[in-house]
């Protein structure tokens, strides 16, 4: 069904090229992020949902239900 309404558009050949593109770029770009980033930050964010410096503030416990 699709492949009737494919061979009818103009230079469909080229969008799955264009798009293995984009994808490969965007990976590679993001890959090369990874690897440039600081080792000290990369642990400061890793360590952030273990940590208590958040003041516990009793609002937080109150049941919405009520």
Not at 39 to 58: F, G, Q, R, W
């Amino acid at each position: 069904m699709f492949k009737h309404y494919f061979e009818k558009i103009h230079n469909v050949e080229v969008w799955p090229i264009i798009s293995l593109t984009i994808f490969f770029i965007f990976f590679v770009g993001l890959m090369l992020y990874v690897w440039r980033m600081k080792k000290d930050y990369v642990e400061e964010m890793s360590d952030i949902p273990l940590t208590d410096d958040a003041p516990i503030i009793a609002s937080d416990f109150k049941n919405e239900n009520h």
